[in-house]
């Protein structure tokens, strides 16, 4: 029997930089993916997705060709493949968790990392795969197969753990401390729009940064400035300065963050408040921030919450509340009262 049980992730500093190469500070979170696989007497895979009541099966000698779109077991076994992995006994895996589906707490993400650790395991001889690996199995099976327009930082955080401090560049990572206080994730009841929000993001932050390297041949992103965001306005088209503004401010509120984690004991109240921060850059500058969710929010602030923000790419799904003292109880009925389906605190994991 094998049994495999993947985190969730929260974001906390740096969305909407992975895709354009810039650093993310992200941590798993005590919601979970768990899978448990026996063996069978078939020369299939039987996954039984307990949560949904369906159920599929794959083949093992499955060609894998015309895979659809979202079916990451297939792209996930069509990737293990590619990188040497064969498949020659049966399993019934079954398939459950409480992470909330298109929330923005990376279900999808999860789901694809614990697929690609049970393909791992379920070798005759397992090899011997590290975490980053994983991570970048999962993040091939998941966006890059698949042409989406996400990075990779829900796959490497996940499959790694901890709160980190990810160069998506190389994938390498920093582990920082994970002393952000009480957190409460609040459900807002509204469905995610990931592609759309993403591929738009995207786009027009990609179309800023290159307008601004066509008029300077020497600019680099990793070394930029905040005063950048004013020298090199008049080159980016006037659609895309919210987005050249979210680049530059969102970077080096990530880089802040990084340094106050970095610290034996950081100050609660400034990671709070570069929280805050970076939250205004998203529903102002990237206008990912529905207005219901802006009033939750506003209402977790006025009842103690020294931070908030939405997590994932935004558009709906939930929301990160950050406590420092005893206003969890206060905070938890601002959310619902206005308008929030669920609030409930979580804690970071390793």
């Known amino acids: 029997m094998i049994q495999i049980q993947v985190p969730a992730r929260i974001c906390f500093y740096g969305d909407h930089q992975d895709y354009l190469g810039l650093p993310v500070i992200a941590c798993t979170i005590d919601r979970y993916i768990n899978l448990r696989a026996t063996p069978n007497t078939a020369r299939k895979f039987v996954l039984k997705l307990l949560d949904l009541e369906q159920d ?29 992995l064969h498949f020659n006994q049966g399993y019934t895996i079954e398939i459950s968790g409480n992470i909330p589906v298109n929330a923005g707490l990376s279900s999808s993400s999860a789901l694809v990392v614990a697929w690609i650790r049970f393909l791992v395991a379920a070798q005759n001889k397992a090899k011997k795969i590290d975490d980053v690996q994983i991570g970048r199995w999962a993040y ?18 996940i ?42 993001a995207r786009s027009y932050a990609q179309n800023a940064v290159e307008a601004v390297q066509r ?29 050249w503004y979210a680049t530059v401010h969102n970077y080096h509120i990530t880089l802040e963050a ?24 998203l529903q102002e500058q990237i206008q990912n921030t529905p207005t219901a969710m802006i009033r939750m929010m506003d209402a977790a602030r006025k009842a103690g919450a020294i931070g908030a923000k939405t997590i994932g790419s935004g558009g709906g799904g939930c929301m990160v509340a950050m406590i420092h003292g005893g206003d969890k109880q206060k905070v938890v009925k601002a959310f619902l009262q206005n308008g929030a389906k669920a609030v409930y605190e979580v804690k970071l994991t390793d």
Do not use: C, W
Request: glycine residues 8%; neutral net charge; without cysteine.
């Open 56 to 84: 599929r099966v794959i083949e093992l000698d499955d060609t894998l060709e015309n895979i659809q779109s979202g079916d990451y077991f297939r792209s996930g076994m069509l990737v293990a493949k590619q990188h040497g």
């Open 140 to 157: 091939e099976s998941e966006v890059l197969f698949f042409g989406q327009p996400g990075g990779l930082m829900d796959q490497y955080s």
């Open 159 to 200: 499959a790694q753990g901890g709160m980190l401090y990810i160069d998506t560049k190389s994938g390498k990572s920093t582990l920082l401390n994970k002393n952000l206080g009480k957190l409460l994730v609040a459900e807002s009841g509204l469905a995610k729009k990931t592609l759309d929000v993403l591929k738009n």
């Open 215 to 243: 008029a300077d041949t020497t600019f680099s992103l990793e070394n930029t400035k905040l005063t950048d965001y004013e020298k090199y306005k008049e080159f980016v088209p006037k659609a895309f300065l919210p987005h």
């Open 258 to 281: 990084k340094r106050e984690l970095t610290k034996t004991n950081p100050d609660i109240h400034r990671l709070g408040s570069l929280m805050n921060d970076h939250q205004i850059i």
